[in-house]
């Protein structure tokens, strides 16, 4: 069968895989992009394979991963699918017409798929695939990636899933906060940033000023923010009359989104702050100790684009956002693979 051939096959029925390893991070905007094309076909159908290493050669970058099985026999293109859980009959053909992967664990496998399928399955990446670019169709990855390609989509920040399901939820608890609305999103340490006990308190010093203003608070922690200072967050914006999430129940992140009049968001998370600033309400950057080049280079991005601005401007004249939506520009490079 010719690739031609295929194309006419895709146009018919067009069957979309998402792999991720089942992080949010990953899932929403691969499962965005996917939704996003099939908005404009309706004869896409979208399976989501969830990937679960259970090799330790799967931890690795896939760059070394894939030479590691290649020295032990495994081949270069047809490793991954053992390296997961159920993966040989999970990724069993039929092969779709598109596979969409997000993080580093994905990429393999849609590499994979592109070359067990004759290049008839077309493999979008997320992200730096951390192995050779060629393997793949396009790849959609934040400019601060610094990636160059012919198939290479830069975008400023992170792709945001929009569909309805995901931008709303459960809104009795903020339902009872004063308007307008202040959402405060709060990441933590990582590889990439420090998150201290004095970036904490600026935080909270800064918060007060929208609380005496007359602002509802409401906040969110992440499973990477210190126990201490998640300790010290909650014990301060209950003291500013806000709500914080406590981690039961269904998580508020969407409603945060979708009813905030302003947004606050700590540095040190490239995902969080790309989808307050698809809100396009106004979004303000609380600075954490550290930050890499590469987060450094993507909040300035967001500065030069009037996406968003620091905290400590909070307290200027009020200002409409460039609202930031990377989105369609995607999906339309993606559609154009298939079409």
Same mark, same amino acid.
């Given at each position: 069968?010719?690739?031609?051939?295929? #194309?006419? =096959?895709?146009?018919?029925?067009?069957?979309?895989?998402?792999?991720?390893?089942?992080?949010?991070?990953?899932?929403?905007?691969?499962?965005?992009?996917?939704?996003?094309?099939?908005?404009?076909?309706?004869?896409?159908?979208?399976?989501?394979?969830?990937?679960?290493?259970?090799?330790?050669?799967?931890?690795?970058?896939?760059?070394?991963?894939?030479?590691?099985?290649?020295?032990?026999?495994?081949?270069?293109?047809?490793?991954?699918?053992?390296?997961?859980?159920?993966?040989?009959?999970?990724?069993?053909?039929?092969?779709?017409?598109?596979?969409?992967?997000?993080?580093?664990?994905?990429?393999?496998?849609?590499?994979?798929?592109?070359?067990?399928?004759?290049? !008839?399955?077309?493999?979008?990446?997320?992200?730096?695939? !951390?192995?050779?670019?060629?393997?793949?169709?396009?790849?959609?990855?934040?400019?601060?990636?610094?990636?160059?390609?012919?198939?290479?989509?830069?975008?400023?920040?992170?792709?945001?899933?929009?569909?309805?399901?995901?931008?709303?939820?459960?809104?009795?608890?903020?339902?009872?906060?004063?308007?307008?609305?202040?959402?405060?999103?709060?990441?933590?340490?990582?590889?990439?940033?420090?998150?201290? #006990?004095? =970036?904490?308190?600026?935080?909270?010093?800064?918060?007060?000023?929208?609380?005496?203003?007359?602002?509802?608070?409401?906040?969110?922690?992440?499973?990477?923010?210190?126990?201490?200072?998640?300790?010290?967050?909650?014990?301060?914006?209950?003291?500013?009359?806000?709500?914080?999430?406590?981690?039961?129940?269904?998580?508020?992140?969407?409603?945060?989104?979708? !009813?905030?009049?302003?947004?606050?968001?700590?540095?040190?998370?490239?995902?969080?702050?790309?989808?307050?600033?698809?809100?396009?309400?106004?979004?303000?950057?609380?600075?954490?100790?550290?930050?890499?080049?590469?987060?450094?280079?993507?909040?300035?991005?967001?500065?030069?684009?009037?996406?968003?601005?620091?905290? =400590?401007?909070?307290?200027?004249?009020?200002?409409?956002?460039?609202?930031? =939506?990377?989105?369609?520009?995607?999906?339309?490079?993606?559609?154009?693979?298939?079409?």
């Amino acid at each position: 069968m010719t690739i031609e051939s295929v #194309s006419l =096959d895709a146009k018919r029925n067009a069957r979309i895989w998402v792999l991720t390893d089942g992080r949010p991070g990953n899932v929403n905007p691969a499962m965005g992009l996917a939704e996003e094309v099939a908005a404009v076909r309706s004869d896409v159908q979208i399976e989501q394979k969830l990937l679960e290493p259970i090799s330790p050669l799967m931890r690795l970058p896939p760059r070394f991963a894939e030479i590691a099985c290649s020295l032990l026999g495994a081949g270069s293109h047809r490793w991954p699918a053992k390296g997961f859980k159920d993966g040989p009959a999970r990724l069993a053909p039929p092969y779709p017409t598109l596979a969409i992967g997000c993080g580093r664990l994905s990429a393999p496998v849609t590499a994979m798929l592109r070359f067990l399928s004759d290049g !008839q399955t077309r493999a979008v990446q997320l992200l730096n695939p !951390q192995m050779p670019l060629n393997r793949f169709d396009l790849i959609v990855a934040p400019r601060h990636d610094r990636l160059s390609g012919g198939n290479v989509l830069e975008t400023t920040g992170w792709l945001s899933r929009r569909r309805a399901d995901v931008v709303g939820s459960d809104n009795s608890a903020l339902d009872r906060l004063p308007r307008p609305l202040l959402s405060v999103l709060i990441g933590g340490a990582s590889k990439s940033a420090r998150f201290e #006990s004095s =970036d904490a308190e600026a935080l909270l010093a800064q918060l007060r000023t929208f609380q005496q203003k007359g602002w509802g608070i409401a906040a969110t922690l992440s499973n990477r923010t210190p126990a201490d200072l998640g300790a010290r967050l909650r014990d301060g914006l209950t003291e500013l009359g806000g709500w914080v999430w406590d981690g039961t129940g269904e998580n508020p992140y969407p409603s945060l989104l979708s !009813q905030a009049s302003a947004l606050v968001v700590t540095a040190d998370s490239v995902n969080m702050a790309s989808e307050a600033c698809a809100t396009g309400q106004p979004v303000y950057i609380a600075p954490v100790s550290r930050l890499s080049p590469k987060l450094t280079r993507f909040h300035a991005a967001l500065r030069q684009g009037d996406h968003a601005r620091p905290l =400590d401007e909070a307290s200027t004249a009020a200002w409409r956002p460039v609202k930031l =939506d990377d989105m369609p520009r995607a999906a339309a490079a993606v559609a154009r693979l298939i079409a």
